[in-house]
């Protein structure tokens, strides 16, 4: 019988029911581009970091997971550690953040082939100039570049030299020497990577250098692909959690709203409820399964919306910004947006069952 009545409402009322779902799915949107950002660009990460075909990561002491502070290290340590037992090629490169996640990165390319296995070019060639510019195929899409053209990244023009399938590193990549001048740090690095005659010699090499560098931070790069996750980058966690209690601050003013709007609307049908013998249970029963409905139906159109923003975010900063889709995050940003509803519906819910049936059947 509620089951009914809900729906009848619902359906008799289209408009106020369409806005409704809509306003209730702008938070789950909301929360789930949020997560799929936040798991996109950290597997994102992980994919580039494995395309280096390194063994181990060296870094500077105190550096964290999403940090560059500039090139602290010496230039002389890669020779030092290509020394080292089982390590059978070091590498250095120089990262420069540039604009919200994206970072330059400034390599030596002989080296850098020969530990990754090299560029796979769409177009173009590898560095000929000091002004040259290798970047891949989602930041080309991302700048509207193509081999030839001219991109102004820190205030230096540079030419795309070349186009190469991601996945290796970095999106944007710079002779090494021409980054280390630019930043003012010639013959240094910002972290080192090792390859090694075999996989199964990293712990005792990682247990080595750790004796030879004791303030360093020294990963395998299984480790360091273990520790990228929301919860290692600092403060990523707490905005994710504030943006979810945004969503169900949003979710419960909408739906609060919505639902007073809908007693008023119904003011007469719910005395005639009443006058019927409807009890105050049912009333309410009525008004929280409206709320339900609204809420999954918020749901199921804040996950459809999920991937309208994915395809945006694709065609416009695909680059910068990568989107996942998570699954997993749906039956919560659901439980999250029903919640809502249904806390949203308590106090419209309350009005009702303390309507009075003569006065509401004279209401117009």
Do not use: C
Request: no cysteine; charged share 15%.
């Amino acid at each position: 019988m509620i089951q009914k009545l809900v729906w009848e409402n619902v359906r008799f009322r289209p408009v106020r029911t369409l806005l409704s779902i809509l306003l209730i799915a702008v938070p789950v949107t909301l929360i789930l581009t949020l997560i799929g950002l936040s798991n996109g660009f950290l597997d994102d990460s992980r994919r580039r970091a494995e395309g280096v075909g390194a063994d181990i990561i060296v870094r500077p002491p105190g550096s964290s997971l999403a940090s560059f502070s500039g090139a602290p290290l010496p230039d002389k340590l890669v020779t030092l550690l290509s020394r080292q037992p089982h390590v059978t090629q070091a590498t250095g490169t120089v990262v420069q953040p540039v604009a919200g996640f994206d970072t330059l990165t400034g390599i030596d390319l002989a080296a850098f082939d020969k530990m990754s296995g090299g560029f796979t070019f769409v177009a173009g060639h590898a560095f000929q100039a000091p002004n040259d510019i290798i970047i891949d195929t989602y930041y080309a899409q991302q700048r509207g570049a193509k081999v030839g053209s001219t991109i102004n990244i820190w205030n230096r023009n540079w030419n795309v030299a070349g186009i190469v399938e991601p996945g290796k590193l970095s999106h944007m990549f710079v002779p090494l020497g021409v980054l280390q001048d630019l930043t003012n740090n010639p013959g240094k690095v910002s972290q080192i990577y090792l390859k090694l005659d075999d996989q199964r010699n990293s712990a005792t090499v990682v247990a080595g250098l750790k004796k030879l560098l004791p303030n360093y931070t020294i990963y395998t790069v299984r480790e360091w692909e273990s520790l990228i996750s929301v919860n290692n980058i600092p403060m990523l966690s707490t905005f994710i959690h504030v943006i979810i209690g945004i969503g169900v601050v949003i979710g419960f003013a909408v739906v609060s709203l919505s639902m007073y709007m809908a007693v008023l609307q119904r003011t007469r049908e719910i005395g005639i409820l009443k006058s019927l013998g409807a009890t105050k249970a049912f009333v309410m029963g009525l008004i929280l399964w409206e709320a339900f409905v609204l809420g999954l139906g918020g749901t199921v159109f804040g996950i459809l919306l999920s991937f309208v923003s994915r395809a945006v975010m694709r065609m416009i900063v695909p680059a910068s910004l990568p989107q996942a889709i998570v699954p997993t995050w749906w039956p919560i940003a659901g439980a999250i947006a029903v919640g809502a509803a249904l806390l949203g519906a308590l106090y419209p819910g309350w009005l009702a069952v303390r309507q009075d049936p003569i006065e509401a059947l004279a209401y117009e």
